[in-house]
């Protein structure tokens, strides 16, 4: 893997790895149609800082009801079964049609044989309100934007998408270790220049970027969301997106999905 600068013909720049993680709320209800309370997810508002006596006490009793009334999936395979007890009904949330985090969404709902209502967003910052208010039941993200989510206690993760368990929140499962074997999938942000951007200038930015990700206060900002900075040659990158668009595009065909 890499890191570099690239104009958007050939030349790399910053490689970023961002893993995928699929969250649930805690308070969603996937089978309140099958009695009469609640037919929707229940909020409890707690009026004081997070943390404080009252409002530990106060999720301890939230999950506790969601656990009675048949509310939140807490487990991969239990979000499955629900998908599959009741299809096209469960709501799934992702950043924009034909973004890295669409595909492995689609990709995972193929491979586990259940059928979900896939809801695009403009970006997951969009859809994070909707997911933590009720509005969709699931939500397939970044780990850059997952991470602190999970670690507030704001949602739930069932599954990281990784081929490792994220050094962020190690206690999330891998897809595989959560009953789906030889799932993964990695997504890559990078960051581009112009066509033509002449090769000294390439190589300058390279050089300088590549110092800039191994200063230690920049590796922990990326530490703490579970990323990792990836370093290389433009070469590198070059070969990686060529690689990336092969099996990335092959399923954008298969899966035919058609931008907006």
């Not at 890191?3 to 995928?20: E, H, S």
């Given at each position: ?56 006490r106060t999720r301890v009793l939230a999950d506790k009801l969601s656990q ?193």
């Open positions: 893997m890499s890191t570099p600068f690239f104009d958007k013909c050939t030349r790399p720049m910053d490689l970023v790895a961002i893993v995928l993680v699929l969250l649930f709320t805690s308070h969603s209800g996937f089978i309140a149609g099958q009695q009469k309370y609640p037919t929707k997810p229940v909020r409890i508002i707690y009026p004081s800082a997070t943390g404080s006596t009252g409002e530990v009675r009334l048949g509310q939140p999936a807490k487990t991969l395979k239990e979000f499955v079964a629900l998908a599959k007890a009741k299809p096209g009904a469960i709501t799934v949330a992702h950043g924009g049609v034909g973004v890295a985090n669409h595909l492995p969404a689609a990709l995972f709902f193929r491979t586990a044989g259940i059928q979900v209502l896939l809801v695009p967003y403009k970006g997951e910052s969009a859809a994070l309100p909707d997911l933590m208010g009720g509005q969709v039941d699931a939500l397939f993200s970044y780990s850059a934007v997952a991470v602190p989510q999970i670690k507030a206690g704001k949602v739930r993760a069932l599954a990281f998408a990784g081929v490792e368990r994220n050094h962020a929140v190690p206690e999330v499962l891998t897809f595989p270790e959560a009953g789906f074997p030889g799932f993964h999938f990695d997504a890559t942000m990078l960051l581009l220049g112009p066509a033509g951007l002449p090769k000294d200038i390439v190589a300058l930015l390279n050089r300088e970027i590549a110092l800039i990700l191994q200063e230690p206060d920049v590796r922990a900002t990326y530490a703490t969301t579970g990323s990792n900075p990836v370093l290389g040659s433009p070469e590198d990158l070059a070969a990686l997106i060529k690689l990336e668009m092969e099996i990335n595009g092959g399923l954008v065909k298969e899966l035919g999905i058609v931008l907006e």
